[in-house]
C-alpha cells in the first residue's frame, strides 16, 4: 500500500466513526477519496450489528445489484460468525 491508500482507509474509517448513522444498522454512501481517480466515485456499504461490530464494503459500482450483494454478502459473514441479523 502506498501513503496515499494509508490516507484513503484513514478518511474512511473517520468518516465511518463520525457519523452516528453510518453505525445504526446499514447504510449505503458515496464517497471521493483523494486516492482515487477524480472519473470514479467509491460507495461504502455499513453494517453494525453492536456499536463495535461492524462491517465495511468499499465498491466502484453503485447498482442496487451490488447493494443488494453487499447486504447479502454482509449477512452471509454473520451467519457463518453465528451473530443475530
Keep these: 500500500l502506498t501513503d ?5 482507509v484513514n478518511l474512511l474509517f473517520n468518516y465511518v466513526w463520525s457519523v452516528d ?3 445504526a444498522g446499514e447504510a449505503w ?3 471521493c477519496v483523494p486516492g482515487c481517480s477524480e472519473q470514479y466515485m467509491l460507495h461504502a456499504y455499513t ?3 453492536t456499536p463495535n461490530l461492524g462491517m465495511v464494503l468499499v465498491c466502484m459500482d453503485h447498482t442496487p445489484k ?11 459473514v454473520y451467519d457463518f460468525l453465528n451473530l443475530p441479523k
Excluded: V
Design 66 to 76: 451490488t447493494l443488494e450483494a453487499c447486504h447479502e454478502y454482509c449477512h452471509d
Design 29 to 31: 454512501t458515496p464517497l
Design 21 to 23: 448513522s453510518m453505525q
Design 4 to 8: 496515499t491508500n494509508y490516507i484513503d
Design 47 to 49: 453494517c453494525f450489528k
